[in-house]
């Protein structure tokens, strides 16, 4: 996802690596963290993927005033039938991700999100049927136009839901 | 804390337990976290109902991050230089996983690791790759 301006910030940084159920004081203590090699709390490796938060149009969080595919009432909110292959709802499934370090991020930073569309591709698959492949290609630079991290990701639709 | 070229060898293992019997609260707090509020991963109803799916499931990303936690207690902080995965299973509340770094080579101050991660019944939910600056 594109993002104009993705402040990085502790208590994000906090509350995602415990979502990943990362306990590591780097994380969330500046005292420790200064006594670290990085010298100061650092982003895990996978946080840049929060950048969702900060882009203003992303699909995947409900939106005031907008109908969301989650269930209410319904198992949908969306009255009109999705369209779409199954698989992931209305995101389709995450098949890869890449990531390429250039430098550890931290708080402080405030990063841009430039997206390029990599390859397509398709294969037939045993268990969904038909597979769709996508590839972006998405950039993070900071504050002072350095390249920090480099993400690749590959999200997959599939004709139907994976079989168990 | 961080790992020396001289006591690597090709082949060598690091493994971590990176959760047991995963709860859907763990996936709520990641979608809360990342910002990806897909329903298939947190609203049962929508999932079993309309996504066809036997109930909700983790995002590919907390899997990644979870494993990410394994890599960054082995090769230290901030020593990563590349890591990047394949999703090769889905994986479920109730999941238990374990995560391995093996190995394969180091070459101008950098190691080279095969990564992998698997659920209790030995099925690999992620298969990847990472390289990381030694000393």
């Given amino acids: ?164 | 804390m961080a790992l020396s070229a001289s006591n690597l060898n090709a082949g060598d293992t690091y493994t971590e337990s990176l959760v047991e019997d995963l709860k859907r609260t763990q996936i709520v707090m990641y979608a809360g976290a990342s910002g990806d509020y897909n329903p298939v991963h947190t609203d049962e109803k929508f999932t079993k109902e309309l996504a066809g799916y036997p109930s909700v499931f983790a995002h590919g990303m907390l899997t990644m991050g979870m494993t990410g936690s394994m890599l960054t207690n082995y090769v230290g902080d901030g020593r990563l230089t590349k890591f990047g995965v394949r999703f090769t299973s889905q994986v479920w509340p109730g999941d238990s996983l374990n995560a391995t770094a093996t190995v394969e080579d180091v070459t101008d101050g950098i190691v080279n690791l095969k990564v992998e991660t698997t659920n209790q019944d030995g099925v690999v939910v992620l298969s990847g790759y990472a390289a990381a600056r030694v000393d």
């Fill in chain 1, 1 to 164: 996802m594109a993002v104009d301006k993705f402040p990085v910030e502790g208590s994000h940084i906090m509350m995602f690596a415990r979502s990943v159920g990362d306990d590591n004081q780097i994380y969330y203590d500046e005292a420790y963290a200064k006594g670290t090699e990085p010298g100061g709390v650092i982003a895990p490796p996978t946080f840049a993927q929060s950048s969702a938060q900060f882009d203003p149009d992303y699909f995947l969080r409900p939106k005031p005033g907008e109908d969301w595919f989650g269930s209410g009432k319904e198992a949908t909110g969306i009255k009109k039938k999705p369209s779409g292959g199954g698989g992931g709802g209305g995101g389709g499934l995450h098949a890869e991700q890449h990531f390429e370090y250039h430098r550890h991020i931290g708080p402080g930073d405030v990063l841009t999100a430039t997206v390029k569309q990599g390859e397509g591709w398709e294969k037939e698959g045993k268990r969904s049927g038909k597979l769709i492949f996508s590839e972006t290609i998405t950039e993070y630079h900071d504050q002072n136009g350095e390249l920090v991290i480099t993400a690749r990701g590959v999200g997959v639709r599939t004709e139907r839901p994976v079989d168990q």
